[in-house]
Every structure is written in structure tokens, then in C-alpha cells.
């Protein structure tokens, strides 16, 4: 099993409509988790981090299930410009007081006109 | 402005050649990695450093090397040995790798590919 993992996608969704994608990860003594959007052949941009259950920015809302080892993204009345990939981030200790950043495939979203 | 830069953009080497990818941050950040970008695929740690002067393998190590001399910067030297270096390689920075609560911050990317 993945450590991290998402659903590829693509999922297609019309502008207005509210898209949720989630991400699993497999080790419970994970950290910290975080949603990075990147756009074709660009890096990836930090959208969004989750510490404790959720977090909410605007259009965004992410939520963190700990019992079972998910981690989810909302985006409510979607816009052409969010058409792109969104990476799932984990962050989890592997000793020694030291973490590493685990990351998923990547959901691809296409938000269509 | 605060940031991570990578140059070049673009890179083209032939086989058997050593090419060295630049990357500087001026966050102040402690931790600077390495990652491969192939498609389909989510990013894989080459190679990490916590300090000045120390850095560790990541998990696709092998055909790869790095210096860390100055705080700012975090070179990484694409060897000949590197069996399919063709790829999309980036870099990034965090506060530090030692809690479990910091974000990382990526540069624009170096795209390499073997002629």
C-alpha cells in the first residue's frame, strides 16, 4: 500500500459546482498535512496546511480524519482557475526527531465553462 | 522578495555528461531538498540537507551528488551514472526538517532532458 494516496482523476466539473478529492496515508503517527496546487510544467504552491481537524480559506475548506487516516479538500464554486493538479502533502516523523514529507500522485481537476 | 530560484529553466545534456542544477533560497531556511518530478508520478526525494556542510540520500540517490557550503544554496550535479535523468527536478526549502510542522516551499524547477 501507498504511503500517500489519491485519486488521479481527471475530474471534470462544471464552473459553479463544489468538488471534494480525498487522501489517505497510511502511517497514523503522521504530523502535519498539507494541499500544494500545481499548474502544468510549474512547481507546486502551497494551498492550504492542516494541523489539528480542519482548515478553511475562502473557497477551501480542508478537513483532517485522524480514526481514519484521511485527509480531504473542498472547493466550492469553482472556477476555471482552479483547473489543475492538487498534491496531497504528508508529514511524518522517521526518527531521530527528524520528519519527512511524503507526497501523493496528485488529483487533476478541470473545471469546465 | 523572499524566494527560491533554480536556474536553468531548461537543460539539455548529452549522454555521459555531468550537468549541475542550480538552486538558492534566501528564506533563511535551515532544510533544502531535492526532488524528481516524472509524469504520473508523485515527487521523489533525491537528496536532503539539515545544515550547512552535512546532507543525507534520499530515496533515488544513485547517479546523483550535492554540496552544501553556504546556507543560501544547494547544488545538484546530475552524473553520468544517472541511468534516465530526463525529468523534472525540483527544489525546495523549510525551516527546518527537525518538527513536524513546517511547510516546504519549491522553486520554478529545472527541466532536464538527455539528448
Known amino acids: 500500500r501507498k504511503e500517500v494516496e489519491q485519486d488521479p482523476g481527471p475530474f471534470n466539473v462544471p464552473e459553479g459546482a463544489t468538488v471534494a478529492f480525498n487522501c489517505t496515508y497510511s502511517?497514523?503517527?503522521?504530523?502535519?498535512f498539507f494541499w500544494y496546487r500545481q499548474d502544468c510544467r510549474k512547481e507546486p504552491k502551497l494551498l492550504m496546511s492542516?494541523?489539528?481537524s480542519g482548515n478553511e480559506d475562502g473557497r477551501f475548506t480542508a478537513q483532517l480524519n485522524r480514526a481514519s487516516q484521511y485527509i480531504s479538500l473542498l472547493i466550492r464554486d469553482s472556477k476555471l482557475s482552479d483547473s489543475a493538479t492538487y498534491l496531497c502533502?504528508?508529514?511524518?516523523?522517521?526518527?531521530?526527531?527528524?520528519?519527512?514529507?511524503?507526497f501523493g500522485t496528485g488529483t487533476r481537476l478541470k473545471v469546465l465553462a | 522578495d523572499g524566494g527560491i530560484t533554480q536556474s536553468p529553466k531548461y537543460l539539455f545534456r548529452k549522454e555521459g555528461q555531468n550537468v549541475t542544477l542550480s538552486c538558492e533560497q534566501n528564506?533563511?531556511?535551515?532544510?533544502m531538498y531535492w526532488y524528481r518530478q516524472d509524469p504520473g508520478q508523485g515527487l521523489r526525494l533525491i537528496y536532503y540537507?539539515?545544515?550547512?556542510?552535512?546532507?543525507q540520500k534520499g530515496d533515488i540517490a544513485e547517479g546523483y551528488s550535492v554540496s552544501r557550503e553556504k546556507k543560501e544554496s544547494f547544488p545538484l550535479t546530475v552524473t553520468s551514472a544517472q541511468k534516465n535523468p530526463t525529468a523534472f527536478y525540483l527544489c525546495?526549502?523549510?525551516?527546518?526538517?527537525?518538527?513536524?510542522?513546517?511547510?516546504?516551499?519549491f522553486g520554478p524547477g529545472t527541466r532536464l532532458t538527455v539528448l
Open positions: 502511517n497514523s503517527a503522521s504530523q502535519s
Open positions: 525546495a526549502s523549510s525551516i527546518s526538517r527537525t518538527s513536524g510542522y513546517n511547510e516546504q516551499f
Open positions: 502533502v504528508v508529514n511524518m516523523g522517521v526518527g531521530s526527531g527528524t520528519y519527512k514529507y511524503i
Open positions: 528564506l533563511n531556511h535551515d532544510a
Open positions: 540537507s539539515q545544515i550547512v556542510n552535512d546532507f
Open positions: 492542516v494541523y489539528s
